[in-house]
């Protein structure tokens, strides 16, 4: 959406299979199959127009559809996927049984965009972490690319 739009993103999940609720997709010229803008379900926000916008801070467009108030989901038979495309200007709903504990990967798979950043992790299992050891040994690793090669810093708590 907003200014980066342009790529399909195939999202895949670690952990879990999940169930596609509904997909929006960008406005197309039906005689071109150009795309002409990006699906009006979603405002962009971030204090700039949808054009000039990174779409970061993205919500429904109409606020009625807060909470999981969204038409059209397809809760009596959804397709089950563990990775799918998210169309270029559009956005899917997905949803999760939250039944096996851990921290799993949700990332495009698109190598290069998972490497700038889109990436998350999903944790289902804060009450089976324990704490860390008070003396836990942190180390921050910083790649520097002018230099191709990796300098660890340690960092003590
Ligand atoms: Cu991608």
Redesign the pocket.
């Known amino acids: 959406m907003g200014q980066g739009t342009g ?1 399909a ?2 999202v895949h999940m670690h952990g879990h299979t999940f169930y596609v609720l509904k997909m929006g997709y960008a406005n197309h010229n039906n005689r071109t199959g150009l795309k002409l803008e990006g699906n009006s379900d979603i405002d962009c926000r971030g204090g700039t127009d949808r054009a000039n916008s990174w779409c970061n801070n993205a919500t429904w467009s109409n606020p009625a559809w807060a909470n999981g108030n969204v038409p059209g989901l397809e809760l009596l038979k959804p397709v089950r996927k563990d990775t799918i495309i998210v169309p270029s200007g559009g956005y899917v709903i997905t949803r999760i049984k939250a039944d096996n504990p851990g921290v799993w990967f949700l990332h ?1 798979h ?1 190598e290069l ?1 998972a490497n700038d950043g ?1 990436a998350m992790l999903i944790n289902e299992s804060f009450p089976h972490h324990p704490s860390p050891p008070t003396d836990f040994l942190i180390v921050i690793v910083i790649l520097t690319t002018n230099h191709n090669h990796l300098q660890q810093q340690p960092l003590h708590q």
Do not use: L, N, Q
Request: glycine share 0%; hydrophobic share 45%.
């Open positions: 790529w993103h195939p495009c698109i965009h889109m």
